[in-house]
C-alpha cells in the first residue's frame, strides 16, 4: 500500500543542522510533488515546503526560506529536508505528505519524525 | 501569510450535524477552490477529508462535506459519531505560491 515513512530526527542544538529523509513506496514516487508539513508540540499545522514531481521547482514557506532546503531522489524514492542555522522554534513534528496531482492538497502522509532545537 | 481563522471548539451530540468554518482572505480562500480538511486524532498524522472545496477522496464517508463562500469555507459533519471526536484543519493555497493552514477546531462529540 502506499506509504511515506520519516527519519531523521532528533534533538540538536540552536544553530545546529539535521537532515531529515522521507522514503516512499506503493505508488510512482517520481510522478508526485512532495511536501513537508510540521506541528509544534501543542500547536496547529504549518506547511514548510514543496518540491514538484520532476525537482523543477521548490516552494518554501517565509519562516524557513534561506535556511531549508528540499532535494528529491527519484532512484531511491526519497524525498530530503535539509535544515540548516535551526532555531528553538523549528521544534515540531516534521510529516512529509504527497502531492495530490493538480489539486494542491496533501493526501498521503507519513507518521511524521520530531525534531527538538534546544539547548 | 497569516493562519486562517477557525473556531477552537465545536461539539454536537452524536446523530447532530455540526459545522466548522475557516476563513481566509481575498488571496487565498476567496481567490482559489484549493482548499481542504484535514482530520488528525492525538498523536495521528492528519488524514485528509476534503478537497478542492467539495470533493471527498476514495473511502471518505459522505458524512463529511465541504462547501465555500467568498472567503470562507465550511466543514460539515452530518450524523456525529463518536469516533469524529478530533481536531480539524482547514487549509488553503494562497497567491503567493503558499500553503496557508487554519487555526484548527477541536470537536468534541458529547
Known amino acids: 500500500q502506499v506509504q511515506l515513512v520519516e527519519s531523521g530526527g532528533g534533538v540538536v542544538q540552536p544553530g545546529g543542522s539535521l537532515r531529515l529523509s522521507c522514503a516512499a513506496s506503493?505508488?510512482?514516487?517520481?510522478?508526485?510533488?512532495m511536501h513537508w508539513v510540521r506541528q509544534a508540540p501543542g500547536k496547529g499545522l504549518e506547511w514548510v515546503t514543496f518540491?514538484?514531481?520532476?525537482?523543477?521547482?521548490?516552494d518554501l514557506a517565509d519562516p524557513v526560506k534561506g535556511r531549508f532546503a528540499v532535494s528529491r531522489d527519484d532512484s531511491k524514492n526519497i524525498v530530503d529536508l535539509q535544515m540548516n542555522s535551526l532555531r528553538t522554534d523549528d521544534t515540531a513534528m516534521y510529516y512529509c505528505?504527497?502531492?495530490?496531482?493538480?489539486?494542491?492538497?496533501?493526501?498521503?502522509w507519513g507518521r511524521g519524525t520530531m525534531v527538538t532545537v534546544s539547548s | 501569510q497569516s493562519a486562517l481563522t477557525q473556531p477552537a471548539s465545536v461539539s454536537g451530540s452524536p446523530g447532530q450535524s455540526i459545522t466548522i468554518s475557516c476563513t481566509g482572505a481575498?488571496?487565498?480562500?476567496?481567490?482559489?477552490?484549493?482548499v481542504s480538511w484535514y482530520q488528525q486524532h492525538p498523536g495521528k498524522a492528519p488524514k485528509l477529508l476534503i478537497y478542492?472545496?467539495?470533493k471527498r477522496p476514495p473511502g471518505i464517508s459522505d458524512r463529511f462535506s465541504g462547501s465555500k463562500s467568498g472567503n470562507t469555507a465550511s466543514l460539515t459533519i452530518s450524523g456525529l459519531r463518536a469516533e469524529d471526536d478530533a481536531d480539524y484543519y482547514c487549509?488553503?493555497?494562497?497567491?503567493?505560491?503558499?500553503?496557508?493552514f487554519g487555526t484548527g477546531t477541536k470537536v468534541t462529540v458529547l
Open positions: 487549509c488553503s493555497y494562497a497567491r503567493n505560491r503558499a500553503f496557508v
Open positions: 478542492e472545496v467539495t
Open positions: 506503493g505508488y510512482t514516487f517520481r510522478s508526485y510533488g
Open positions: 518540491i514538484h514531481y520532476d525537482g523543477s521547482g521548490r
Open positions: 481575498s488571496s487565498d480562500v476567496g481567490y482559489y477552490n484549493h
Open positions: 505528505a504527497r502531492d495530490l496531482v493538480g489539486d494542491y492538497t496533501f493526501d498521503i
